[in-house]
T-cell receptor, first 114, second 114 residues
Framework: AQSVSQHNHHVILSEAASLELGCNYS??????LFWYVQYPGQHLQLLLK??????LVKGIKGFEAEFIKSKFSFNLRKPSVQWSDTAEYFC????????????FGTGTKLQVIP | KAGVTQTPRYLIKTRGQQVTLSCSPI?????VSWYQQTPGQGLQFLFE???????NKGNFPGRFSGRQFSNSRSEMNVSTLELGDSALYLC?????????????FGSGTQLSVL
């Protein structure tokens, strides 16, 4: 069975600081990886996804993530956060053959202080 | 294009009762998934429907059930409610339910069991 670990539960940063949120998954085969974000009062929405090709993927609002197969990791990064990035971030994995049986991590709450 | 619509937005029930939640996917989307979101647990997969057939099921007791209609609308039912069923129930839709498709989430139904 696939599983996802997000090690940081709550992160507090000042504006302009750099962000890296960790995500590790456990699954031996090919996976599809996602980062979703939930802004206060809004729906969960896709930030970025990886399913093949360049392991460095770029998403909306200046976010990027790097897939490192040997480390089973898919960490989310942003060089300079803004107050509007305050949200909860979820890493997720979906394995082939699973259709839409997506496994989510427990989420990381990011608070950006102006 | 209208997003994923979930009704009702809030529900308060007592232990032992049953509840039915409704989800209307984005027009043209044929896959509907349900998730339970609780603080600290993140999102946990309940089940996924495609063309009126349940394709995947998570590790929830049989009290949790669902169905999908020919117009892709879906309902989720929880019988014999327990206090621990209090959660935000999210519905998500995707076009064809393929593993690399992104999910479009609704606002959720907040269920409180007293």
């Amino acid at each position: 069975a696939q599983s996802v670990s997000q090690h940081n539960h709550h992160v507090i940063l000042s504006e302009a600081a750099s962000l890296e949120l960790g995500c590790n998954y456990s699954y031996g085969g090919t996976v599809n990886l996602f980062w979703y974000v939930q802004y206060p009062g809004q729906h969960l929405q896709l930030l970025l996804k990886y399913f093949s090709g360049d392991p460095l993927v770029k998403g909306i609002k200046g976010f990027e993530a790097e897939f490192i197969k040997s480390k089973f990791s898919f960490n989310l990064r942003k060089p300079s956060v803004q107050w509007s990035d305050t949200a909860e971030y979820f890493c997720a994995v979906n394995a082939p053959g699973g259709y839409q049986k997506v496994t989510f991590g427990t989420g990381t709450k990011l608070q950006v202080i102006p | 294009k209208a997003g994923v619509t979930q009704t009702p937005r809030y529900l308060i029930k007592t232990r032992g009762q049953q509840v039915t939640l409704s989800c209307s996917p984005i027009s043209g989307h044929r896959s509907v998934s349900w998730y339970q979101q609780t603080p600290g647990q993140g999102l946990q997969f309940l089940f996924e429907y495609f063309s009126e057939t349940q394709r995947n099921k998570g590790n929830f007791p049989g009290r949790f059930s669902g169905r999908q209609f020919s117009n892709s609308r879906s309902e989720m039912n929880v019988s014999t409610l327990e206090l621990g069923d209090s959660a935000l129930y999210l519905c998500a839709s995707s076009l064809a339910g393929q593993v690399n498709e992104k999910l479009f989430f609704g606002s959720g139904t907040q269920l409180s069991v007293l």
